[in-house]
Nanobody
Framework: VQLQASGGGLVQNGGSLTLSCAASGFPLGDYGIGWFRQAPGKEREAVSCLGYRGRHTYYADSVKGRFAISRDNTNNTAYLQMNSLKPEDTAVYYC??????????????????WGQGTQVTVSS
């Protein structure tokens, strides 16, 4: 069971990035999927999550209208499309997927393991 996040990089204020989370060893479509981020000196926070079979979708208030989560079951990959990026979006972004993710429209919590993160840096 492995999750590999990729797609991070350096982008200017207002720019866009798409993060990918490739899963191996299990069918991503059978579990909730979440994107989380951790900025220096701050706690890890949920950014966007998609529940089991898309039952619920969660977005942090700070990213609503700018970010979009999606999942491609054929390629066993999840995505986070990030538009209108701001310097405060700078963080290491992690994806997580397991039966231990709780997703509602109001909350997203991961009680499972974490994969390797990908750095997103937004310059002002």
């Amino acid at each position: 069971v492995q999750l590999q996040a990729s797609g991070g990089g350096l982008v200017q204020n207002g720019g866009s990035l798409t993060l990918s989370c490739a899963a191996s060893g299990f069918p991503l479509g059978d579990y909730g999927i979440g994107w989380f981020r951790q900025a220096p000196g701050k706690e890890r926070e949920a950014v966007s999550c998609l529940g089991y079979r898309g039952r619920h979708t969660y977005y942090a208030d700070s990213v609503k209208g700018r970010f979009a989560i999606s999942r491609d079951n054929t390629n066993n990959t999840a995505y986070l499309q990030m538009n209108s990026l701001k310097p405060e979006d700078t963080a290491v972004y992690y994806c997580a997927s397991s039966a231990r993710i709780i997703v509602t429209t109001a909350i997203c919590r991961n009680f499972g393991s974490w994969g390797q993160g990908t750095q997103v840096t937004v310059s002002s």
